[in-house]
């Protein structure tokens, strides 16, 4: 049985682990952005575990209750952490989450809810000092807990200390190791969804047709008020791609309602 949590090197044919894929990469980048690991080691290890837990799915999985958009409401899901673990849990993990949002995928993209407009109305550059402040306050709060919590106080500290580093290494690393394309902008969707419409339009012509075609053959096996009504209906989306069309001419009303009878 093949591990799902493995890739294939298309280079050299070999199989690895994603947890290794996802550290080389990161040090690569890390080699080619001129940000070279300097002390900062166990940050390589946190970060490509916090990549993983982003690619199997589990970070939102486990963290879904504990992110929030706004600094309030972060502060409000922290006080009601209770202790000093949860509540260095809630900022550390609002944290990694502006971190990938900003490092992996440039920010939240460009609809913004209206809860978000009111709620962060400030530009990016503060959404990222918040990401900053809650990885100094995690680390803070790690530091007042048992000694076996001290390494990972000290690796929060540098991440709040060379977050833009390490925001910009992620960034080289989407696009050069995981094939992450720039996000589109409007525009360009909009001639996407354009073109797409348009290479479709000979098919949904042609499903429209066959459709109100099926509906007039119904009429004329049985030419009733209900059946016409069903035709017109039926000729509804064909109608709208064909706006000269009238199917109205084609299915006279029947006597009861004033027209003529259908003559074969």
Not at 17 to 30: G, K, V
Not at 156 to 171: M, N, P, T, W
Not at 189 to 197: I, N, T, V
Not at 220 to 238: I, Q, V
């Amino acid at each position: 049985m093949q591990n799902a949590d493995c890739y294939v090197d298309l280079g050299n044919g070999e199989r690895e682990t994603m947890l290794f894929f996802l550290l080389n990469a990161l040090l690569q980048s890390r080699i080619e952005t001129g940000h070279e690991s300097d002390g900062d080691e166990e940050v390589n290890v946190y970060i490509t575990g916090l990549l993983h837990s982003i690619v199997d799915g589990t970070f939102y999985v486990d963290n879904g209750g504990r992110l929030a958009a706004s600094p309030l409401d972060v502060a409000q899901i922290a006080g009601q952490a209770g202790t000093v673990r949860g509540k260095a849990s809630v900022y550390r993990t609002n944290a990694d989450c502006r971190l990938m949002e900003f490092g992996l995928f440039s920010g939240c993209g460009g609809y913004v809810s209206l809860y978000r407009q009111a709620m962060t109305p400030q530009p990016a550059e503060t959404y990222l000092e918040q990401a900053e402040q809650f990885y100094a306050w995690a680390a803070l709060l790690c530091s007042r807990m048992p000694a076996r919590y001290r390494g990972l106080a000290l690796t929060l500290y540098k991440l709040a200390e060379g977050f833009d580093i390490y925001r910009q290494v992620l960034s080289h690393m989407g696009a050069n190791y995981i094939g992450l394309l720039a996000r589109l902008s409007a525009g360009q969707m909009a001639h996407l969804e354009h073109d797409a419409h348009q290479a479709a339009l000979p098919a949904i012509a042609e499903h429209a047709l066959d459709r109100m075609l099926d509906a007039f053959n119904r009429w004329k096996a049985d030419p009733t008020a209900a059946t016409r009504a069903a035709f017109l209906d039926a000729s509804g989306p064909y109608c709208l791609l064909k706006p000269g069309f009238d199917p109205a001419t084609l299915v006279p009303k029947p006597p009861d309602e004033g027209g003529n009878a259908n003559e074969n």
